[in-house]
């Protein structure tokens, strides 16, 4: 069945300091291969404004939006009589938004939570300005980007209907293996965040300090002017996701380092640990519960807790054991964890919400469903 879907989300046509682009790029990319017409809502805002790198994508139609105002004014209908409205997190003004949405459209509506160990926090200290713990149970969906118990948590604490994992995933169309010679020995891939640092310092960083002979990069925005890079540690402010497969490619290893609210969470995958391995790198990983439901450790991702280790890994690993790993978990996402599974994966959930409807509007016999 072809759906009508319509996305509120934070932007899809900038990558610049926002993660959410590639997973909307993703997801959406893959509904369309489906079949699916997608529409997609984005408030325009300064700072994407300044820095779009996809203004307008081929697989779905983008409408910019000013104020929360404009949304009634002009996109009331396509609301109302879309199959599923999906809420993304971060949306401006996103508690008003949602309130908005969940009273007006008449098919499936989502909160679909690309932060959910964040928001999960804000909402336990009163502080989440994109979704009113009011507002949860009135969605037929909470999809979270982190499984586990804490979808457990999102039903009986805040009240969700449905609490279901959609991970993010990986577009093998964009995420390919390069004809490039690997001329780093290690790489990073994302923005400056405080409670990742540490890790960073202690599995590249410092590496790189002991390392000297040996070359790394570290790309993305916002990190502090104060921070001591060694030489041998290139740094790029910002790199488009076009670029990503390249960057992978020119590396003998990619680390995956996970914030710490998602750390404490578990099953949070990032979408450059499938990225990465869809480009057939190895992955040097920081260590979080659930891991091993993505990669199985030591024959498709390799984990290090400690400088140590990372430099044994850049140093001694035999040859044929950093391919066969690369090939493993190149194989494993292709396999479960592109955006076309993750369609998929939505279609059920609509479908389901769809079942779930029916039975709390209730059957009389012969009359049909309660409007």
Partial sequence: MTLDIVVLGLSITSSWGNGHATTWRALIKGLAERGHRVTFLERDVPWYRDHRDLRQPPWCRVELYETLADLPRRHTAAVRDADLVIVGSFVPDGAAVAEWVTTQARGVTAFYDIDTPVTLARLEHGTTDYIAPATIPRFDLYLSFTGG?????????????????????????????????????????GTYSPDRQRTLDRLLIEPARRLPSLRFAVAGPQYPADIAWPANVERIEHLP??????????????????????????????????????????????????????????????????????????????????????AAARRRVLAEHTARERARTLEAYHAEALAARARREGVRPGVGAVA
């Fill in 241 to 326: 996701p076009q670029e990503h497969a390249r960057f992978y490619c020119a590396q003998r290893y990619t680390l995956n380092v996970t914030r710490a609210d998602m750390i404490a969470a578990g099953w949070s995958p990032s979408v450059r640990l499938f990225e990465a391995a869809a480009c057939g790198v190895p992955i040097v990983s920081d260590r979080w519960a659930g891991l091993d439901s993505f990669f199985t450790p030591g024959t498709e991702i390799l984990i290090a807790d400690a400088t140590e280790q990372a430099m044994a890994i850049l140093r001694d690993m035999p040859e044929e054991r950093r391919r066969d790993i690369a």
């Fill in 149 to 189: 118990p804490v979808l457990d948590l999102i039903e009986t604490s805040w009240g969700a209907r449905a609490a279901r994992a959609l991970y993010c995933a990986v577009d093998p169309d964009l995420h390919k293996p390069h004809d490039v010679v690997p001329h780093l020995t290690l790489g990073y891939i």
